[in-house]
């Protein structure tokens, strides 16, 4: 190769980084940045069959959520798939099918009578209805975020198939096709044949005679077109609180005299009146206080203190709604600081590095202590401080100590416009004055914002 080619080829190999660089930049909406953060997050489906049965075979289903940040939530996961070769489900465990379907077809042997004759059965994880468990199972469809407690981010179900055609072995084996998580956001693959799952109960090796695999992923726009949270921001070194980004979730019908607002597109009763009672939220379990910005939650970033080698922020997380809790609740804060993040107070930590870089961390609440984010009025929020060791690129000049991004619940946050600028005058920090009106503004959040 010539100097000349190789050259040229350096150069074609530069700029095609660039030109990707610039299309992933402007193919990556705010709104999946998510992803973004969690790139190979996904939800694993395993269909490992262990016997052949002569009519069909009975299967254990494991089932994974490899989301880092997202949980599924309450009312659980449901899923439904199709049967290519007319096959019933003649029992199951760990799980239920919604409906038994038409069952009269089958020939009854010996009294048995077919659990789900459904060409396309929908299988949910009711705890309270199973018959019998399954190592692992029967969460009602909760599925914890990966990152945050991995212990409880799987769940299992076992059932034996049946009247499939003449069947001993794989040959004759017809997968089960068109599998859809039925959770708003999901996409799921057709199922594929893998390495066979190895188990081990007790010591005792299994290892699984077919294990098919099906991967769904999540895509925030498909689920949720409108933001669910925003950011606000406020500096010990300037009194001005740039609140949230005005209809950052919704532009409700935003009025200074209501105190409760229904999200827009929720048209019944756009007001509420101030001490509504339980029964009407129950019925109207968005409902929240009303705000310019219209969102469920907002994230309160406070730039807090500075010392000589460390520099301290404040995070607030403020529930707006009058009726849901956010139980394991999660946030995700990207800042070029957290490589040398020194502590962090209340909450769980652990730092991610999307792409390698190690710009971000994922908290969430302690058991019995903050891991529920209760409704807006009682205590309707929690709070974290964190201490970052100075990195030589520290300043608090253009915003450098303001978040790059936040992500709520897996759901990126809408950032605020502007951010509180240092005062000109203040090169040397801090003052004295500034730690004064440090403390004005913090007397300010605690008693104004949090309600
Ligand atoms: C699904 O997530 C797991 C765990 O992070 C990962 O190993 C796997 O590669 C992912 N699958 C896909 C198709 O992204
Ligand atoms: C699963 O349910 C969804 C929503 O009800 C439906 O659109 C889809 O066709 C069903 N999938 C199969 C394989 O029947
Ligand atoms: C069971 O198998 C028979 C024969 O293959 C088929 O006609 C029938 O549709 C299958 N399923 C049910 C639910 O009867
Ligand atoms: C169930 O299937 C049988 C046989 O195919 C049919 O005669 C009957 O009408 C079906 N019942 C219902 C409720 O669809
Ligand atoms: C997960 O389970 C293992 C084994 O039971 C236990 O040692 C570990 O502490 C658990 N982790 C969490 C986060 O509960
Ligand atoms: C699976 O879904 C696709 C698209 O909805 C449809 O065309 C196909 O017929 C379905 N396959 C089966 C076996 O139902
Ligand atoms: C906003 O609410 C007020 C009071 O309920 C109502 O009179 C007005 O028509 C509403 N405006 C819109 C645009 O919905
Ligand atoms: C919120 O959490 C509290 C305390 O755990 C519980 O009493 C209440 O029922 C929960 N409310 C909802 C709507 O889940
Ligand atoms: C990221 O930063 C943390 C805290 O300083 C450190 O423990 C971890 O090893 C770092 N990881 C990488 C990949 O640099
Ligand atoms: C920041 O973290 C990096 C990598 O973990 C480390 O090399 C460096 O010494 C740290 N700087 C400070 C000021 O702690
Ligand atoms: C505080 O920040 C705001 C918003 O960026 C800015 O307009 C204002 O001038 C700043 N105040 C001072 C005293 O610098």
Redesign the pocket.
């Known amino acids: 190769m010539s100097p000349q080619q190789r050259s040229n080829g350096c150069f074609w190999r530069m700029s095609s980084a660039l030109v990707f660089a610039s299309l992933a930049l402007m193919l990556l909406p705010s709104s999946e940045a998510f992803d973004a953060l969690d790139p190979t997050g996904n939800v694993t489906i395993l269909w490992n069959i262990n016997t052949w049965t002569g009519d069909g075979y009975i299967a254990q289903v494991n089932m994974f959520n490899y989301q880092k940040f997202r949980k599924i939530n309450p009312p659980g996961w449901a899923l439904n798939f199709?049967w290519?070769d007319g096959e019933i489900i003649w029992n199951m465990q760990g799980a239920v099918t919604t409906e038994q379907g038409n069952c009269s077809k089958i020939v009854v042997a010996g009294g048995a009578f077919p659990y789900c004759c459904a060409p396309t059965p929908t299988v949910m994880d009711k705890s309270k209805d199973a018959l019998g468990e399954v190592p692992g199972c029967c969460k009602d469809g909760v599925l914890t975020a990966w990152a945050q407690d991995s212990n409880n981010s799987f769940t299992s179900w076992r059932l034996q198939v049946g009247n499939a055609s003449k069947l001993n072995s794989v040959a004759g084996f017809k997968p089960p096709?068109?599998f859809t998580l039925l959770n708003d956001g999901y996409t799921c693959t057709e199922p594929i044949s893998v390495t066979p799952t190895i188990s081990y109960v007790k010591g005792a090796r299994t290892q699984a005679l077919v294990t098919l695999e099906v991967v769904c992923t999540y895509t925030s726009v498909v689920a949720k077109p409108v933001p669910a949270c925003c950011v606000s921001l406020s500096a010990f070194y300037n009194d001005t609180i740039v609140p949230c980004a005005s209809c950052a979730c919704a532009c409700g019908n935003y009025s200074s005299k209501a105190t409760v607002c229904t999200l827009s597109g929720e048209k019944d009763t756009p007001f509420l009146s101030a001490d509504v009672s339980q029964k009407i939220l129950r019925r109207q379990p968005t409902a929240r206080i009303c705000s310019p910005d219209g969102c469920p939650v907002s994230i309160h970033y406070h730039i807090k203190q500075n010392y000589e080698d460390y520099w301290r922020a404040k995070i607030t997380i403020i529930n707006r709604e009058l009726y849901n809790n956010w139980t394991d609740w999660n946030l995700a804060i990207e800042h070029p600081n957290f490589a040398n993040l020194t502590e962090a107070f209340s909450f769980d930590i652990e730092q991610i590095q999307p792409f390698g870089v190690n710009n971000t961390a994922i908290m969430w609440g302690r058991k019995d202590y903050n891991k529920i984010l209760a409704p807006a009025g009682g205590d309707g929020n929690v709070q974290s401080e964190l201490l970052f060791a100075k990195v030589p690129d520290f300043t608090f000049s253009e915003g450098w100590a303001f978040p790059r991004r936040v992500v709520f619940n897996g759901e990126e946050c809408v950032m605020p416009d502007e951010f509180p600028t240092l005062p000109n005058s203040a090169s040397r920090l801090p003052g004295f004055s500034a730690l004064l009106v440090g403390a004005l503004i913090a007397f300010f959040i605690s008693t104004v914002l949090i309600l």
């Open positions: 199709t290519t096709t068109n």
